[in-house]
């Protein structure tokens, strides 16, 4: 098994059509976490970010409108888009954006195959 961590907000599995969305990847004392939520439930990396640290109790705080992170032993990678559609069984992760840069996509496709989330058996497709 892979040791990613895949945390996908407000995205119910019944939904037809696609989901676009945007999503964050950051490692925690080495684990990689990869963390999703549709564009119109939050429309910024930095939020879904904050969101995730909140709910984990990770240390940071807001500067300016820059999310800071307070613990050492995590390291925002990257970040991107995702479209997502049950019916097709497919997952696509693209873009970037100006807050974190391009997610690190070197072997995710793998790791999301290989992972104990149900989107391993999706066909994944990283595109630019």
Not at 10 to 24: C, N, R, S, Y
Not at 75 to 87: T, W, Y
């Amino acid at each position: 098994m892979s040791h990613l961590k895949i945390i996908a907000y407000d995205m119910p599995a019944t939904q037809l059509g696609e989901i676009h969305g945007k999503f964050v990847q950051l490692f925690i004392a080495g684990v990689e976490h990869l963390v999703f939520m549709p564009k119109t439930t939050q429309p910024y990396h930095n939020l879904i970010l904050g969101q995730f640290c909140a709910e984990q109790r990770i240390a940071c705080r807001w500067e300016d409108g820059t999310l800071i992170i307070d613990q050492p032993d995590i390291e925002v990678r990257g970040d991107g888009k995702f479209i997502l559609d049950h019916g097709a069984r497919r997952l696509t992760l693209h873009d970037n954006s100006q807050v974190y840069g391009r997610f690190d996509e070197t072997g995710l496709v793998e790791r999301i195959k290989d992972s104990a989330h149900p989107w391993r058996g999706y066909h994944i497709v990283i595109t630019d």
